[in-house]
């Protein structure tokens, strides 16, 4: 009887110690879920030059020369020439210059959702 009392204790207590650490939170070592930190991480900005090929009241497209695309997008530029990207513009979006058609710019931007969003856009004169 004594023994079966021990037992049964120490089966109870066993299974109060498991509920308990279930219960802790995971230790994290410095390290947070992915998925936080990229919602905390704002975007890298990355930057291309070319010519403006057409403007849009909230947008614009321009011609990209081919040594300035990054290595994922050089096997599509040896398959379709000339390269063109659009970037959005947003209410932070900083231009120096006057977007037009054919001008020279340089364009600082992020990619959000798919899209090119411009930082900044510097039209050259």
Do not use: C
């Not at 991480?41 to 081919?66: H, M, Y």
């Not at 398959?79 to 037009?100: H, R, S, W």
């Amino acid at each position: 009887m004594k023994n079966t009392l021990r037992l049964t204790l120490a089966s109870l207590a066993g299974v109060i110690l498991v509920v308990a650490a279930w219960g802790l939170p995971p230790a994290t070592n410095g390290n947070t879920h992915p998925a936080l930190i990229n919602e905390q991480t704002p975007a890298a900005t990355q930057s291309v030059s070319g010519k403006i090929a057409s403007v849009a009241k909230d947008s614009f497209t321009l011609t990209v020369a081919s040594n300035q695309t990054s290595a994922g997008q050089q096997l599509a530029q040896q398959q379709a020439e000339p390269k063109t990207m659009t970037f959005f513009i947003d209410k932070n979006t900083a231009i120096e210059g006057k977007l037009k058609v054919n001008a020279n710019a340089e364009v600082t931007y992020r990619e959000e959702g798919g899209k090119n969003i411009a930082v900044s856009v510097h039209v050259a004169s």
